[in-house]
């Protein structure tokens, strides 16, 4: 069978002429749509990838300033904090009597009289 050659001759026919036509042009067609879905799918892959990164981006973003606040957040109450203690402190040293106080026990001054001596913090070892 293979060995036999059969030759089919073309009816030339203005039907034939159109329909050969019609199919080429479906063939462009259809060649087209496929262009312009692939264009659209690219472009849209481009566009989610682009917004996508963005995202991660503004994420991060977010996260280190939720962490900065944080930190800043911790050192205004320390600083809150050593403010009430230095008003305190302003306020003892206001009054007479705790500035005699230091002054005794930091600096050894005594009263006329009146003898001071010093303990050492730590325990004798036995």
Known sequence: MSSRKTTVAKIDS??????????????????????RLVLFAVTTLI????????????????????EQYEQLEK???????????????IELLNNE??????ARTNYFLSKEGELIFTIPDE????
């Open 123 to 126: 325990e004798p070892s036995y």
């Open 97 to 102: 009597d705790y500035v005699l106080d230091i």
């Open 14 to 35: 203005s039907y034939m002429e159109q329909y050969n036509t019609y199919k080429e042009r479906q063939k462009r067609k259809k060649q087209r749509l496929v262009r």
């Open 47 to 66: 566009i989610f990838g682009y917004i996508a990164g963005y995202h991660m981006k503004q994420r991060a973003i977010y996260a280190e300033k939720v």
């Open 75 to 89: 050192e205004l109450k320390e600083l809150k904090q050593s403010e009430k203690n230095l008003k305190e402190e």
